[in-house]
Structures are given as C-alpha cells and as structure tokens.
C-alpha cells in the first residue's frame, strides 16, 4: 500500500530534551516536505527536500533541523524544543516538482508533539 | 505575500442541505488551487487540483470551481460522512519550484443526520 508513514504519533516531552521524528515514504516520491498545523494558522511548512542531500527552508525552519541521507526518509529533529514547538506535524511526499505543475503531495497520519 | 483566506470557518448543515464553501486568494501568479479534505486525527486527503479560470472537476457529491480571484467546494446532498475539515491551498509563481502550497485554515464542516 502506498504511504507515507510518521513516529511516533505522540510524543510528549520537555524543554530541550532533542527529538527526532522519523518520516518514511514507500512511493519513490523526490519531494518530501513537513508541515506544522497549528489552529488558525493552518498548515505552514517548515523544510522541504527535492531530493537526496538537496533540502532547503519553508515558511517557519526556526528551531528545526531536517535530513535525506536516503530517498525514501526524511526526520525532522528538534535539537532543543521548546513549548512554542507544541503542535501537530505531518510529512508529506510527492513524486516531483517542475516548471508549472505540481504533483499531488501525499500526506502522512501526523505526530501530535507536546513540549513542556 | 501570497495569501489564501476560507470562509466559513465553520459550517454545520443538515443532511441533504447543499452548500458551497469559500476560497479566496491573492497571489502573485496561481499555477494551481488544492483542496484537500482533513479528517479529525489523520493527514489531509487530496480532492481536486485547478490550474485554470473557468475550471471545474467533480467526485461524488463534491464539484470545485475556480475563478480568477476565488474558488469555491460545492457540496450537494451532503452525507454525515461529508463532515471534515476542508483545506484550500494554492502553488504560485511566488512558491517556486520546491515551496509548493500555501494554505488557509480550513472550514470545518459537520453535517447533522
């Protein structure tokens, strides 16, 4: 089945203990990005990946360190999280984008994080 | 800045009670309008994408449309089953290649039985 799949799904944990939260899709897909969904806020985006090695920052990086050693995986680590970083994280994958169009992104179930 | 606003933010309808929901966008360039359907707990689920004014693409009981400045989620007959919440994104000239979507919040929409 394709998927995108995250762990844990809920974490909680507290001020400056690093975490990392694994992403892993079964799709082949180059694009992988994570998002953060807070209420009011939607989903804005924190770093994206084109492809093995290549990431870069989105919207709100601060705080985050991501990274694509393989294709098929792309962890987000919160070297020192704090209680700001409390919210609901998805990962996202997609086959490719180029020039005008972009391909649909599949979303992962989401880890629900809370920092204290 | 690109910008993307949804309206209602929530909306709760009747069984079989159409109704349409708002997307409204301000953006330097759209190079393609998502909507996608989230429910409670999971990852938002892909619907339709729209590239172009005049636009229209349907799938069971949901029709999206796309105009120049906003799109709209026609819902006809709703289902209990219906009930979730509705995202908007949009890609534009802004994003680039790799940003990708921009998002608005959401109408969190809850069909009665």
């Known amino acids: 089945e394709a998927q995108v799949t995250q762990n844990p799904r809920y974490l909680i944990t507290v001020t400056g203990k690093k975490l990392t939260v694994t992403c892993s899709q079964n799709?082949?897909?180059?694009?992988m990005s994570w998002y953060r969904q807070d209420p009011g806020l939607g989903l804005r985006q924190i770093y994206y990946?084109?492809?093995?090695?290549?990431?870069d920052k989105g919207d709100v990086p601060e705080g985050y360190k991501v990274s694509r050693k393989e294709k098929r995986n792309f962890p987000l680590i919160l070297e020192s999280p704090s209680p700001n970083q409390t919210s609901l994280y998805f990962c996202?994958?997609?086959?490719?984008?180029?020039?005008?169009?972009?391909?649909?992104?599949?979303f992962g179930p989401g880890t629900r994080l809370t920092v204290l | 800045e690109d910008q993307v606003t949804q309206s209602p933010e929530a909306l709760r309808l009747q069984e079989g009670e159409s109704s349409s929901l708002n997307c409204s966008y301000t953006?330097?360039?759209?190079?393609?309008l998502f909507w996608y359907r989230q429910d409670p707990g999971k990852g938002p689920e892909f619907l339709f994408t729209l590239y172009s004014a005049g636009e229209e693409k349907e799938k069971e009981r949901l029709k999206a449309t796309l105009t120049k400045k906003e799109s709209f989620l026609h819902i006809t007959a709703p289902k209990p089953e219906d009930s979730a919440t509705y995202l908007c994104a949009v890609r534009t000239i802004s994003s680039g290649s790799a940003r990708q979507l921009t998002f608005g919040s959401g109408t969190q929409l809850t069909v009665l039985p």
């Open positions: 990946s084109m492809n093995v090695e290549v990431t």
């Open positions: 799709m082949n897909h180059e694009y």
């Open positions: 996202a994958s997609s086959l490719r984008t180029s020039g005008s169009f972009t391909d649909t992104q599949y």
């Open positions: 953006v330097s360039g759209l190079r393609g």
